[in-house]
């Protein structure tokens, strides 16, 4: 989001090329995260289902982007009463283009932040010498516990070991 946000900003090459930079390792981060949170929360069985369905969507913002993004530059502004005269026959430019995703994200984040619960799925055991099941429902996890269990050193030492 920052790195969008950025390239609407932009006042110069560089710093859309940096923006760029910014809102692609975003993205690859996002793509990367969805495909890690499916995983944990479907099973093996809706997994395949699931990751179709995101990889749809995926598909559409790919292919509907650049048109999208063509359609917003060549909008014309819509004209105020106040300054009638001065936006006549200005088009909103390429800027918009990306400023115009910053809503969508943080509708999306705020719809997430609302309904998403992560509960750990249903784990079945069986006692060694018992011919009965037993299931444990999992119970909601806080943030805190969620982000006590990653492993950020290693993460630290992919990201090195990557970009090098």
């Not at 809102?23 to 479907?42: A, E, P, Q, R, W």
């Not at 990889?55 to 559409?60: E, K, Q």
């Not at 918009?96 to 994200?105: E, G, R, S």
């Not at 309904?115 to 037993?134: G, K, L, N, Q």
């Amino acid at each position: 989001m920052l790195g969008v946000f950025g390239c609407g900003l932009s006042q110069s090459m560089e710093m859309l090329v940096f923006s760029r930079f910014l809102s692609g390792i975003g993205g690859g981060g996002l793509f990367t995260v969805g495909s890690i949170i499916i995983s944990d929360m479907y099973s093996m069985r809706n997994r395949g289902l699931a990751q179709g369905m995101a990889s749809v969507f995926n598909g559409l913002g790919m292919g509907l982007g650049g048109p999208v993004g063509g359609l917003v530059t060549d909008w014309y502004r819509f004209p105020s009463l106040l300054f009638l005269h001065e936006l006549t026959n200005r088009r909103l430019g390429w800027r918009w283009a990306f400023l115009i995703q910053l809503p969508m994200f943080m509708l999306s984040f705020g719809l997430t932040f609302h309904f998403h619960h992560y509960v750990t799925p249903v784990r079945e055991w069986r006692p060694v010498h018992a011919s009965y099941t037993h299931s444990i429902q999992g119970k909601g996890k806080s943030a805190r516990e969620v982000l006590k269990r990653i492993d950020y050193g290693g993460s630290i030492t992919l990201l090195i070991a990557v970009s090098a």
